[in-house]
């Protein structure tokens, strides 16, 4: 069974940062594209960025929102996935989605999400 | 990148049929196959319902079927049922290597 379980959430200052944190499990982790999608409160989904699988040398690709502020990484050593979120905002206030991506430009399976709260 | 667009509400009674629309441009939309459809109850996270357009994942129902017409995708749910009540977001596939969500459909069954 696939699982995704994100953490690192939490109450940040306006242009402080985070590093948001994703266990997966159930699934050969290097073999998949990952995604980081938001999701503002009472708001719709924006896509964050995408780090592809091993195959394609985990390169990366950012919404422009967030290009520049936001990084994604992983390990394959720990099946962990990352967001480094810096120089927050208020409009970055969301529960951030961890998933998977499918073999193409989609999004398969999703974890629980975490809660980032940008506020003085 | 705008977001697609999607009507703020659908309503139907059980056992009837909807759609919900999702226009985007020909940039987004209108350039590919990359459609794809997520239902999500509230509090909960999404669920990936229809991907490249039509297709469906395991596990889930046939009611649920994806289509496209010029820029403009559709959702529609056959034999409506109460846990059929969520919210719907398209998703497209939008160039540059990036996705666009739509800003989402609440689904109310009567």
């Known amino acids: 069974e696939v699982q995704l379980v994100e953490s690192g959430g939490g109450l940040v200052q306006p242009g402080g940062s985070l590093r948001l944190s994703c266990a997966a499990s159930?699934?050969?982790?290097?073999?998949?594209?990952m995604d980081w999608v938001r999701q503002a409160p009472g708001k719709g989904l924006e896509w964050v960025g995408r780090?592809?699988?091993?195959?394609?040398?985990?390169?990366?690709e950012y919404a422009a929102s967030v290009r520049g502020r936001f990084t994604i990484s992983r390990d394959a050593s720990k099946n962990s996935l990352y967001l480094q979120v810096n120089s927050l905002m208020s409009e970055d206030t969301a529960v951030y989605y961890c998933?998977?991506?499918?073999?193409?430009?989609?999004?398969?399976?999703w974890g629980q999400g975490t809660l980032v709260t940008v506020s003085s | 990148q705008s977001a697609l667009t999607q009507p703020a509400s659908v309503s139907g009674s059980p056992g009837q049929s909807i759609a919900i629309s999702c226009t985007g441009t020909?940039?987004?939309?209108?350039?590919?196959?990359?459609v794809s459809w997520y239902q999500q109850h509230p509090g909960n996270a999404p669920k990936l319902m229809i991907y490249?357009?039509?297709k469906r994942p395991s596990g889930v129902s046939d009611r649920f079927s994806g289509s496209k017409s010029g820029n403009t995708a559709s959702l529609t749910i056959s034999g409506l049922q109460a846990d059929d009540e969520a919210d719907y977001f398209c998703?497209?596939?939008?160039?540059?290597?990036?996705?666009?969500f739509g800003g989402g459909t609440k689904l109310i069954v009567l």
């Open positions: 998703c497209s596939y939008a160039g540059r290597n990036t996705l666009v």
């Open positions: 020909s940039s987004d939309v209108g350039s590919n196959n990359l």
């Open positions: 159930g699934f050969y982790f290097d073999d998949y594209h």
């Open positions: 998933a998977r991506g499918g073999h193409n430009w989609y999004i398969h399976y």
């Open positions: 780090i592809r699988n091993k195959a394609y040398s985990h390169t990366t």
């Open positions: 490249e357009g039509t």
